[in-house]
């Protein structure tokens, strides 16, 4: 009887592995990797929303990187919606209010952009989310910032690409419209000093992205000044994934093959770059 259950065990965990090992390799957002090896710590807390990933820094009260998949499904025009906490951290973390950031001088900076997940209301309520939030200069927010994010949409929809894009804050201490503030709201938020990104394209198609990657992928790679006098072109704050990775202490698309992925990493982008209308967003 015993040798009987044995086998009706082992029977149970050779069906239920695969569908565990297939439901994370569904989950787009951390397709190519977790850039701090992110878990349970309060520090680097683990979120995988429904449209992004993220690391949680709590001592922070900002992410460390948010991590998401753009094809064009993803974009519409759903309207602009309200801030609201993040009540999924777990008791006794820090939860940052939209009310932490009035009056600072900077902006609520989204990471992973409304205009990126605006296909429905619900996509978009969700990147108002505020564990998805960094304070922002808002040169940078509604300029060099938006420029860039602006041309991932154009890759994707007029382009046909898919991009896997992670961006977060570095560093502490940002220059917005009241001058320069280390933190928010007496301690409570860092203000970073820098905001990096790091995107890499493809074509769009079906399969296993991070098997298909190979030395023709393009990938793009900024850092900029978290600073008032921030213009509206992006590209002079092009640099390379390994200067980002040697920044920040973090390991990007590490499914990756290292022999595809290494000598990307190590090139700067070099790809003529057309700039959107200004328009400014509060």
């Not at 592995?17 to 520090?43: F, K, R, T």
């Not at 990657?213 to 509206?232: K, L, Q, S, T, Y």
Request: hydrophobic share 35%; glycine share 6%.
């Amino acid at each position: 009887m015993n040798r009987l259950f044995r086998v009706l065990v082992a029977s149970f965990a050779l069906c239920v592995a695969p569908s565990a090992v297939q439901a994370q390799s569904q989950y787009a957002h951390l397709a190519l990797g977790n850039p701090s090896q992110a878990g349970e710590s309060a520090d680097n807390f683990l979120m995988r929303k429904d449209y992004f990933a993220l690391s949680y820094n709590n001592s922070k009260g900002t992410p460390n990187w948010v991590s998401w998949h753009l094809t064009h499904e993803e974009i519409g025009s759903a309207k602009r919606l309200p801030f609201y906490p993040d009540l999924d951290l777990p008791t006794g973390f820090k939860r940052i209010v939209p009310k932490d950031y009035t009056s600072s001088g900077f902006d609520r900076g989204h990471m992973c952009p409304h205009s990126d997940r605006d296909r429905t209301e619900t996509m978009s309520h969700a990147t108002f989310v505020m564990t998805n939030i960094i304070p922002q200069a808002p040169a940078v927010n509604q300029k060099a910032w938006r420029q860039l994010e602006m041309y991932c949409r154009t890759l994707v929809e007029r382009q046909h690409k898919e991009l896997y894009i992670i961006c977060g804050p570095a560093g502490e201490g940002g220059r917005g419209r009241e001058g320069v503030r280390n933190t928010l709201s007496h301690g409570k938020v860092t203000v970073p000093a820098q905001c990096w990104k790091v995107i890499l394209v493809l074509d769009e198609s079906d399969g296993d992205d991070a098997a298909r990657i190979d030395a023709n992928a393009r990938m793009i790679a900024v850092v900029m000044p978290n600073d008032e006098r921030v213009g509206e072109d992006w590209t002079p704050y092009r640099t390379s994934v390994k200067q980002v990775e040697e920044l920040t202490g973090l390991r990007f698309f590490d499914r990756v093959p290292e022999s595809f992925v290494g000598p990307l990493k190590e090139s700067v982008d070099h790809y003529n770059v057309a700039l959107g209308p200004s328009v400014r967003q509060e």
